[in-house]
């Protein structure tokens, strides 16, 4: 009886919304930021093994992901994997802009000293490892 009870309850709704088919202002990307900063907030109650951890699952499901889009777009036509791609890249630019804004305000403290990537933020070849997994042709 309670599925349906909480089936029937209406949804939350919230603040945060990310609808770039509209297009994404300034304003809109400084809103979004004080959600992100609540996010980084939650994010750094937890340890820095935990947040590897998290860090590492997420990257893995990524990569899956990008498997299964390879796998399902290589087999739509030309026209409408083309659309999907301009799609996709429009939501990574529009992601990367709401990061961006995000670090760049006065949220993120800068650090003062050296910094040095951690090993599991470099390559074998001491080369770091780009914050986002993607390939720069999406999915090609």
Not at 22 to 48: K, M, N, P
Not at 53 to 79: D, F, M, N, V, Y
Not at 112 to 134: K, M, S, W, Y
Request: proline residues 6%; glycine residues 2%; hydrophobic residues 40%.
């Amino acid at each position: 009886m309670s599925i349906v009870w909480e089936f029937n309850m209406p949804r939350k709704k919230l603040i945060r919304r990310f609808e770039p088919r509209y297009g994404v202002s300034q304003t809109i990307l400084d809103t979004e930021c004080r959600y992100v900063g609540r996010e980084l907030e939650d994010y750094l109650l937890l340890s820095v093994n935990d947040l590897r951890t998290k860090l590492s699952e997420l990257q893995k499901q990524i990569a899956t992901l990008e498997e299964e889009l390879q796998a399902r777009l290589s087999k739509t036509p030309g026209r409408e994997r083309l659309a999907l791609r301009c799609m996709l890249a429009r939501d990574f630019w529009h992601m990367a802009m709401l990061y961006r804004t995000f670090i760049m305000s006065s949220s993120v403290t800068e650090a003062t000293g050296p910094i040095r990537p951690a090993p599991e933020e470099i390559t074998e070849n001491d080369q770091p490892i780009p914050v986002l997994p993607f390939k720069t042709t999406l999915f090609d």
